[in-house]
């Protein structure tokens, strides 16, 4: 009987230390690496899109308004946003930079250009929307003629 | 998995010869038990999904707990004090509470996570198991028998997986975001193992005996949700519980 019952310890105990062992796990979790936007945008926004001047108009002046559609969250309407203006020469160097810009909540936000273009020439504009410091996706390039 | 089945073989090749003192027990059997099933494990399942063009990674801690179990089963004498049988075990349901811990991504900026926990109730397990046991039984006294046991157990598994989990925004400045319902997948698995275990039984009238029986049985299981990495479920556990045996 002795004999029997060591037999079943033997067997309890074994079950047991096979019981304590268990499959190993994934491991810890792991942030996922982050995605980049068009034009290496970090803001998931549609980028704003320019109203006037545009498609080669004549600026009313050489210190021009430029306005532009609002650009808009993917993912959260209503979302705050600012805008910087930038122009550009007819050789594609930046010539003026604005300061950023609130949009305005009719959905169209105007800036007028605070210095003089050079009179009679082309040049080049678009709108960036920025948001804690981070860029969005720059608008599309809009052409037009200092009067 | 081998380890188990050896030391079933030599639990019944040890107790053969040892109970040869003992007259063998010749009735074939049914049996009745109820029981409690023991086992602690925290497994966990991760994955990841596309949220805001960019992925959400999560992990899921499933933590499996003590549950009670229902055993049927009987077996035929084959030869002096062996006999072979099957037996028939089904956990009862289990619902148990995971876990979850997620990175999501930001709503607004890319390569920003906002890193939230919270739980997700109502995970449903549900476990049975097939035993192909072979017994060596003997009587150390006309009223009490013992039996030592082993063989192959073949287990299904069914499981409650997380797919999704929404997520619901706090607002602007998006810094904050709470974790909603998750989207729960069931996948089902078999899973091959062993048991070995000893059951000892008084009997109280001619066909008719009670005891208990504790029992030790195992397999490693995974279940994926398709795409997803496996979680791997060690099914099974240490078995205790009160018998009715019935002899013929």
């Known amino acids: ?147 | 998995m081998r380890r188990t089945v050896l030391l079933m073989v030599a639990a019944l090749l040890v107790a053969a010869p040892a109970s040869a003192q003992y007259p063998p027990v010749r009735d074939p059997y049914l049996t009745v038990t109820y029981g409690s099933a023991s086992r602690s494990q925290d497994a966990h399942q991760q994955g990841r999904f596309s949220l805001y063009q960019e992925d959400v990674a999560f992990d899921v801690l499933h933590s499996l707990d003590r549950a009670g179990f229902i055993d049927i089963g009987g077996g035929a004498r084959v030869w002096r004090g062996l006999f072979v049988g099957l037996a028939y075990t089904v956990r009862l349901q289990e619902t148990v509470e995971g876990a979850i811990d997620a990175f999501v991504p930001h709503p607004v900026s890319y390569d920003t996570f906002r890193r939230v926990e919270g739980p997700v109730p109502g995970l449903e397990h549900r476990e049975q198991a097939v035993h192909i046991q072979a017994m060596w039984r003997f009587a150390p006294t006309p009223a009490f028998q013992i039996g030592v046991f082993g063989g192959p157990t073949i287990f299904n598994v069914s499981h409650d997986l997380v797919e999704q989990v929404s997520v619901a925004e706090v607002g602007d400045p998006f810094t904050q975001v709470n974790l909603g319902e998750a989207t729960l997948r069931r996948e089902t698995e078999n899973g091959f193992g062993a048991h070995a275990g000893i059951d000892a039984m008084y009997r109280i009238v001619r066909h008719v005996g009670v005891g208990g029986m504790v029992r030790y049985s195992r397999a490693t299981t995974g279940l994926a949700v398709p795409g997803y990495p496996e979680l791997e479920l060690t099914v099974g556990g240490l078995d205790a519980g009160l018998r009715l045996r019935i002899g013929f």
């Open chain 1, 1 to 147: 009987m002795n004999r029997h019952l060591w037999l079943a310890a033997a067997c309890a105990s074994a079950s047991l230390t096979l019981a304590c062992s268990s499959p190993a796990g994934p491991g810890p979790l792991q942030k996922p690496d982050g995605g980049r936007g068009p034009a290496d945008s970090l803001l998931k926004v549609g980028p704003p899109v320019p109203v006037s001047p545009r498609d080669g108009q004549v600026a009313s002046s050489v210190m021009p308004r430029l306005e532009a559609n609002n650009s808009r969250g993917l993912f959260t309407p209503g979302l705050d946003l600012l805008l910087v203006f930038e122009v550009f020469d007819e050789g594609d160097a930046l010539v003026y930079r604005s300061a950023p810009v609130a949009q305005d909540p009719s959905n169209r936000t105007s800036h007028v250009v605070a210095v003089a273009l050079a009179a009679g020439r082309p040049h080049s504009w678009q709108a960036i929307p920025i948001r804690d410091g981070l860029q969005g996706p720059p608008s599309a390039r809009a052409l037009f003629r200092t009067p």
